[in-house]
């Protein structure tokens, strides 16, 4: 097996990311902390979100970027980047947020979470005129470890919409 690779995603990964994303929030959020999603909320946050279509959109969107981490092919880790969408008094759209960060289950382990952090908030700081944002599920003391290490402090809450479920949320700042 090849070292993975980190590069840009192109629309050709649009499927691919779509996949990705939706087993990944399904291994973390669901099987892992056991959020007990009610099905028809679950389905269609899946679906807006993870749709090739909703993908390939937001792979075009102005101000964001995306990356992937393949080996030989196959999509193992991605992470995106954008104008600031979160609810904070101090934050503006022409900041910075980390809007995912996905580490196949498969992939757990090599690193690759940390790598495409490390690209992603170099170019968050190349693109922002402000702070840095990241929204981290309240439960997921794991990814609260990791981005306080990189420098990020817990600035307010939210609640993120899972269909009509409503997940409660940590707003993170840098800066």
Same mark, same amino acid.
């Given at each position: 097996?090849?070292?993975p690779?980190i !590069? ?5 990964? #649009?499927?691919? /990311?779509g996949?990705?994303g939706r087993?990944?929030?399904?291994d973390?959020?669901v099987?892992? +902390? $056991?959020? @007990?999603y009610p099905?028809?909320?679950?389905? =269609?946050?899946?679906? #807006?979100? +993870?749709?090739?279509?909703?993908? !390939?959109? &937001? ?5 964001a ?5 393949e080996?030989? *092919?196959?999509?193992?880790?991605f992470?995106?980047? *954008?104008?600031?969408?979160?609810p ?8 910075? %947020?980390?809007r =995912?960060?996905?580490?196949? &289950? ?7 979470g940390?790598?495409?952090?490390t690209v992603?908030? %170099?170019?968050?700081?190349?693109n922002?005129d402000? @702070? /840095?944002?990241i ?6 003391? &794991?990814?609260? &470890? ?5 420098g +990020?402090?817990?600035? $307010?809450?939210?609640?993120y ?8 949320? +940590?707003?993170? =700042?840098r800066?």
């Amino acid at each position: 097996m090849t070292e993975p690779l980190i !590069r840009p995603a192109v629309d050709a990964d #649009a499927a691919a /990311l779509g996949v990705l994303g939706r087993q990944t929030f399904l291994d973390t959020f669901v099987e892992g +902390f $056991g959020i @007990p999603y009610p099905a028809g909320d679950l389905a =269609r946050f899946l679906d #807006a979100s +993870f749709r090739p279509e909703a993908i !390939r959109a &937001k792979l075009q969107e102005p101000g964001a970027a995306w990356w992937v981490a393949e080996r030989d *092919g196959a999509l193992l880790a991605f992470a995106n980047t *954008g104008p600031n969408t979160l609810p904070h008094p101090d934050a503006r759209p022409s900041h910075a %947020e980390l809007r =995912r960060l996905y580490v196949s &289950k498969a992939a757990q382990g090599l690193g690759l979470g940390t790598r495409l952090l490390t690209v992603a908030l %170099e170019w968050m700081e190349a693109n922002t005129d402000g @702070p /840095l944002w990241i929204g981290v599920w309240s439960g997921n003391a &794991k990814a609260q &470890k990791l981005y306080a290490a990189y420098g +990020f402090e817990v600035a $307010g809450e939210y609640q993120y919409p899972v269909g009509a479920w409503m997940d409660d949320e +940590f707003i993170l =700042r840098r800066g």
